[in-house]
Nanobody, 123 residues
Framework: QVQLVESGGGSVQAGGSLRLSCAAS????????LGWFRQAPGKERERVVV???????YYAGSVKGRFTISRDNAKNTVYLQMNSLKPEDTAMYYC?????????????????WGQGTQVTVSS
């Protein structure tokens, strides 16, 4: 059973921090690729960061150095630590999985998506 459940979103002021969690079913957690994506109003969904089963990560340039993805294998959970948040980080954040993906950077390879969690950063 595919399951991806995000949590941890909220409203913060610029410069603040949030940690998003994505709890996955066992099979989904063992996907080749797991990742975080976001979509702001009126904009296309974009990759934030993805991680391969080997631990290789691919960050968007706009978040590199501020966001960190991590995995807790004991809890089948993927985290997104977001520091130094900016108003332009405001978006709905989605966790996604690509069970057999090869190119984890490719958004099109992700077939399973969570319901999303809203992040709002005020200036």
């Amino acid at each position: 059973q595919v399951q991806l459940v995000e949590s941890g979103g909220g409203s913060v002021q610029a410069g603040g921090s949030l940690r998003l969690s994505c709890a996955a079913s066992v099979d989904t957690y063992n996907s080749n690729c797991l990742g975080w994506f976001r979509q702001a109003p009126g904009k296309e969904r974009e990759r934030v960061v993805v991680i391969s089963t080997y631990g290789t990560t691919y960050y968007a340039g706009s978040v590199k150095g501020r966001f960190t993805i991590s995995r807790d294998n004991a809890k089948n959970t993927v985290y997104l630590q977001m520091n130094s948040l900016k108003p332009e980080d405001t978006a709905m954040y989605y966790c996604a999985a690509s069970p057999r993906g090869i190119w984890c950077q490719d958004q099109a390879t992700y077939s399973y998506w969570g319901q999303g969690t809203q992040v709002t950063v005020s200036s």
